[in-house]
C-alpha cells in the first residue's frame, strides 16, 4: 500500500479529524497545525491567532480506497466554505477554510474541486476557502489527538460534534469504515 497524504483546515481539528477517522480507506488522522509563521507552536500560541497557523487534521490514505477527490468532495460538505476565518463559534484565522496541497497535482484536483462546488451551488455565499502549498506541518499536543474518541462526554463533543457528525455518517453512510453506523 502506497499511503498519500492531505491537510485540510475547517474550523475545529476536534470535527476534522473525527470525520475523515471515520472514512474507509483512511488510515491515519493527526491533528496539528500549519500555514504559520513560528516553529512549534503550542495550542494557546495557535489559538491566541498571532502565529498565522490553521488547526487542520492531516489525513494518512491509501489512493486504492479512496481518492484525493473523495477526500475533497467530503472536505466541502462537512464544513462551511464560505466563511471567513470561523466556523460557528470558532472565530479566528486558526479556524479558516484551507486546503494545504502537498504537490502539484493536489494543487490542481483542489482548484478543479473548489470550481465543481461553486457550480454546482452547494453554498448560496462564495466560497473563500484558501488553497495554498503545505509548508510546516506540527502536530498538535497529545490530548488533541483522537479528542472525539477519547471524550465523547465532554460539553463540545456533545453540542458542537455529535451533530456534525450524525450528519455526516447519514450522508456518507457507504464510504464508512464501518457502514452499519
Known amino acids: ?15 476534522i479529524e473525527a470525520v475523515f477517522q471515520e472514512l474507509t480507506g483512511v488510515k491515519k488522522v493527526i491533528s496539528g497545525y500549519s500555514g504559520g509563521t513560528l516553529k512549534n507552536p503550542s495550542y494557546e500560541q495557535v489559538c491566541s491567532g498571532s502565529t498565522g497557523h ?3 487534521a492531516q489525513i494518512s ?9 473523495d477526500l475533497l468532495y467530503v472536505f466541502w460538505r462537512t464544513h462551511d466554505p464560505t466563511t471567513l476565518n470561523r466556523q460557528g463559534n470558532d472565530v479566528g484565522t486558526q479556524y479558516r477554510s484551507v486546503i494545504f496541497y502537498h504537490d502539484e497535482t493536489q494543487k490542481r484536483l483542489a482548484e478543479e474541486s473548489k470550481t465543481k462546488t461553486e457550480a ?31 471524550n465523547p462526554e465532554q460539553a463540545y463533543c456533545r453540542v458542537i460534534i455529535d451533530p456534525k457528525m450524525q ?4 450522508s456518507f453512510k457507504e464510504r464508512l469504515k464501518n457502514n452499519s453506523v
Request: net charge negative.
Open 1 to 15: 500500500m502506497d499511503k498519500k497524504q492531505a491537510t485540510f483546515g475547517a474550523g475545529c481539528f476536534w470535527c
Open 54 to 56: 490553521a488547526e487542520v
Open 61 to 69: 490514505f491509501d489512493p486504492d480506497e479512496i481518492s484525493y477527490e
Open 120 to 150: 454546482a451551488k452547494l453554498w448560496p455565499q462564495a466560497i473563500v476557502t484558501e488553497i495554498a502549498p503545505l509548508g510546516d506541518f506540527y502536530p498538535a499536543e497529545a490530548y488533541h489527538q483522537n479528542f472525539y474518541r477519547l
Open 167 to 170: 450528519k455526516f455518517r447519514k
